[in-house]
């Protein structure tokens, strides 16, 4: 291979990298409720199809952030498969999903699917500027409880919460749990 050959290849790799952590803003945004991480994933006059809803990424946010507030206590949206065609600003990418909930009730929804997007690069930076989601299937899974929930200080590193007050913003990440070793 030649270093001309190497070196598009590594701008190429870059590129992609790029998209996919477009990509895991919006998935992060709406799982942690973190708004502008959300619409960092967009360009502001994209156009989404998502379910019954078709418009912009504000709208999406306050429609999406309402329907999962109001039915579920947590929600993961996780980005599996992932295809990127890249031409000069223009890239289209086919990304599966797989989405798990917990319902408010208890019970646990999973479904799965496909996003399709047309992302542009615009001023350096890579956002969706279209985008289609493709549901596959759906279903329940069987509830069961939470495990090491009888764990003292299981939260002492900080509890899950659906904001930017979950542990994953923390910087510096530490632990403070104390050494334990179960028998």
């Known amino acids: 291979m030649t270093t001309t050959d190497h070196q598009s290849r590594l701008a190429t790799l870059l590129e992609r990298q790029d998209i996919l952590d477009c990509l895991t803003r919006f998935s992060r945004g709406m799982d942690r409720f973190d708004r502008d991480l959300f619409l960092s994933a967009f360009h502001p006059d994209a156009e989404i199809a998502a379910g019954d809803f078709v418009g912009g990424p504000a709208a999406l946010y306050d429609w999406a952030a309402a329907m999962h507030e109001q039915g579920q206590s947590a929600t993961h949206h996780n980005l599996l498969n992932h295809t990127c065609d890249i031409d000069g600003e223009l890239a289209h990418t086919e990304t599966y999903y797989l989405f798990a909930a917990r319902n408010r009730d208890d019970s646990n929804w999973l479904a799965g699917g496909r996003y399709l997007d047309r992302l542009e690069r615009r001023d350096g930076e890579w956002r969706i500027a279209l985008r289609t989601n493709i ?4 279903g329940m899974a069987p509830t069961m409880p939470l495990p090491f929930a ?8 900080g509890a899950p919460s659906r904001s930017p007050a979950d542990p994953s913003y923390t910087r510096p990440l530490r632990n403070l749990r104390a050494p334990h070793i179960p028998s």
């Open 135 to 138: 549901i596959e299937w759906s």
């Open 150 to 157: 009888d764990v003292a200080d299981l939260y002492a590193n």
